[in-house]
């Protein structure tokens, strides 16, 4: 089966409002087995509305729209809905009937345009919405089946879940074919690499299908397997035990793990501590590990050592060493990483130091040049980052780069 | 003039990314006094890319693309404008240069697949991307301009702002109507509170047009004003003066500024230094200051004490109070403000300790208690919080509430 997302709403064309909910549907639609063709934003046009209506029902058979329902004269989705089938609105008593009732036991006086909200294009179906005052509905256009959801995200989600999604499923076949996902989780090599070394996986047409995708310094490695549910939890498996194979220690987790969540594991099977001593990141390192619930047996604190006086003072990097080499050097880092655990008395001690930009770079020392060390147990390990991107991404990928020579070196 | 906005991904389609470019992309346009009269969602697929730019470039006069320009099979968006153009591809000898130099620059290897970025269909011109490998690219295609992005959203993002813009107003008239916002940043009231403060300028219909939006502990009072460029700086300038003075002290700021900036500035003017001592945000507030370039002359740095013999070892937290009161108590948050400014010796010290859950949680404690602490040259104040929300919402709050605390306690 395959669906097509319109979500409609002049703030969302203009970017006042950023749209979550094509990406929430689509998610659950994927879940159920539905592929979904393509989604588009339209803004609240009736025109607009109804010729994108049809083309959707024209090239899908399930075409769910969101937002447009509410009780101003913009709200033009049931009048679209009715104009791209070929039927009149009616009025219906029994939403008028429950859309009083909802206002008079909040003690509110409904004003007269919110009967807007009772019409319905003849020949739909209501699906009835607990979460706010306007009520979704269902028709069909064609060979295609519409579904019109409230706009605000909190009452989509409700209708979709409650009202939408039970019929859906009645639309597809009991022994189906559906879609699953698995997300493997790469840091430390670059897209290109991971493209070369699955590229015969990622070949169109090839089912299971692969794909990458690269955000934020990780990249993540996507199969999508289609088939019985049986067939589809053979395939990812055997998908994933391929691309581990190729991709190494490059997969740190599956599914959207994080590298904290990972590193916080290791650490906790280990029975090993964590203490860190950030320049560069200034406490992102900590942040990070921190977002895990739970991992206060793991992770004892650290020393965010901005200033040198904090360097020298707290952590015992030596003056002479600062004035001779830097602040941003291999010494710097490794004395880091060595004080702090010292000073924590922790197994595992990180030391971040680096130029984070706009500015401080040099031609020795360009922006992003970071040394990260680790000291576990007194064995020192260092690694000199060259990394691209503004200062926020500079210093989210060298806080990530720390966590994932923990993993490596541990692991 | 007339705009769509194309973004390509399976990943968008399928739900497992949130598309934020349509949004910002959207937003910029807006601001230019551009129209954006849709947006679509299309995946990796070189045939529904085909038709979707084709039809887009039939509606409106400026096409604008995002993704699908990576080093991968499935980035077809550079063969796709070449069909729907009919156009062949060519490989840009002075991109390939420029991907090679990159890579050397990092002292990497350059895998070939990379070279398939050096490709542009023939007749268009290319936008250098300063921020990541994939160079965008401009041409044309009947009456309307196209103009293809790279996908991830900083890169999407600076050339957006340093090459499609600058060439976008050349398409322009030069006295045309503009829209520009203003938004007022405010922390410390609740929208409820601050939209009475302002009903009557938020009413239906009334120009300058003013919302608020809500998230993450910030409520924005957004200002749109439509008309001339010097109509609408009038009306903004005119506008924020008067939501100021409703407002008061809760406007920290506007277009964006965060908390950090403006404490790290208050702090700047003031010859002010500040160290942290933070629990239960594990370096939220550090990393938060630290993402503002310059702030090393303000921010020496701080200590990171999860666990309760940091509290002690390193903050001089009193071993018998922690006992006799808790960690998360008013007298520990004092002592590790106290502690950390007579550690590093400087003028304003922060401490937090909190529950910011799941777990961890009691009667008297509940999930979302926090108590910060503020020690300014020797005065220490105090405030117990109580914030909604799950682990990460607790603990971003927590960390604004203590920079507001500093803004409000110095200003």
Same mark, same amino acid.
């Given at each position: 089966m395959?669906?097509? %997302? ?10 006042r409002?950023? #749209?979550t909910?094509? =990406? ?10 539905v592929?979904?063709?393509?989604? =588009?934003?339209?803004? #609240? ?7 994108a ?9 399930? &075409? ?5 329902l509410? +009780?101003t004269?913009?709200d $033009?989705?049931?009048?679209a809905?009715? !104009? ?5 609105l009616?009025?219906?008593p ?5 859309l009083r009732?909802?206002?008079?036991a ?9 009967l807007l909200?009772?019409d319905? +294009? ?16 269902a028709m069909?256009l064609?060979n ?22 039970p ?8 022994e ?33 299908r692969v794909?990458?995708t690269?955000g934020?310094?990780?990249?993540r490695?996507?199969v999508?397997a289609e ?7 053979a395939?990812?498996a055997?998908e ?7 991709l190494g220690? =490059?997969?740190?987790? /599956?599914?959207g793990?994080?590298?904290p ?7 906790l099977?280990r029975g090993?501590?964590?203490?860190v001593?950030?320049? $560069?990141?200034g406490?992102?390192?900590g ?5 895990v ?10 020393v ?8 020298i003072?707290?952590l015992?990097?030596? !003056? ?8 941003v050097s ?9 004080? %702090?655990?010292?000073?924590f008395?922790?197994d595992?001690?990180?030391g971040?130091t ?7 770079? =040099? +031609?020795?020392k360009?922006?992003?040049?970071v040394?990260?060390?680790?000291? &576990?147990?007194?064995? /020192?390990?260092?690694r000199?980052?060259s ?6 991404l500079v ?5 990530? $780069?720390a ?6 070196t541990i692991?």
């Amino acid at each position: 089966m395959r669906a097509y %997302v319109l979500s409609t709403g002049d703030e969302l064309i203009r970017g006042r409002t950023l #749209d979550t909910n094509t =990406s929430e549907i689509a998610r659950a639609l994927a879940a159920e087995g539905v592929t979904v063709i393509g989604a =588009s934003l339209v803004g #609240d046009d009736e025109a607009d509305l109804v010729a994108a209506i049809r083309r959707a029902a024209g090239e899908a058979d399930v &075409v769910i729209l969101s937002g447009g329902l509410g +009780p101003t004269e913009d709200d $033009c989705t049931r009048r679209a809905v009715a !104009a791209a089938v070929g039927v009149p609105l009616e009025r219906v008593p029994e939403i008028a009937d429950a859309l009083r009732q909802r206002f008079a036991a909040r003690g509110m006086t409904m004003a007269p345009s919110n009967l807007l909200q009772a019409d319905r +294009p003849v020949g739909a179906e209501t699906l009835p919405n607990r979460f706010g005052t306007a009520p979704g509905f269902a028709m069909s256009l064609g060979n295609a089946t519409l579904f019109a959801l409230p706009g605000p995200p909190h009452e989509m989600r409700g209708v979709l879940t409650e009202e939408l999604l039970p019929r859906l499923r009645r639309l597809l076949p009991a022994e189906r074919r559906v879609v699953r996902t698995r997300a493997l989780e790469t840091f430390g090599e670059r897209e290109a690499t991971i493209g070369e070394k699955i590229r015969d996986l990622m070949a169109r047409g090839r089912q299971p299908r692969v794909g990458t995708t690269a955000g934020r310094g990780v990249i993540r490695v996507i199969v999508h397997a289609e088939g019985s549910e049986t067939e589809v939890e053979a395939a990812l498996a055997k998908e994933e035990a391929e691309i581990r194979r190729r991709l190494g220690a =490059s997969v740190y987790g /599956v599914d959207g793990e994080t590298l904290p969540e990972v590193v916080g594991r290791m650490l906790l099977a280990r029975g090993m501590t964590l203490a860190v001593a950030e320049s $560069c990141t200034g406490g992102l390192i900590g942040a990070s590990m921190t977002e895990v619930a739970g991992i206060s047996s793991v992770f004892l604190g650290g020393v965010i050592a901005y200033a040198n006086a904090v360097k020298i003072r707290e952590l015992g990097v030596d !003056a002479a060493t600062l004035d001779r080499v830097g602040a941003v050097s291999e010494e710097v880092a490794r004395a880091m990483a060595s004080g %702090v655990r010292a000073k924590f008395g922790s197994d595992v001690g990180i030391g971040i130091t680096g130029v984070a930009g706009p500015d401080g770079g =040099s +031609p020795e020392k360009p922006v992003g040049t970071v040394h990260v060390a680790l000291d &576990v147990r007194g064995t /020192v390990t260092h690694r000199r980052l060259s990394l691209p991107g503004d200062r926020a991404l500079v210093r989210e990928i060298a806080a990530k $780069c720390a966590l994932d020579l923990v993993r490596r070196t541990i692991g």
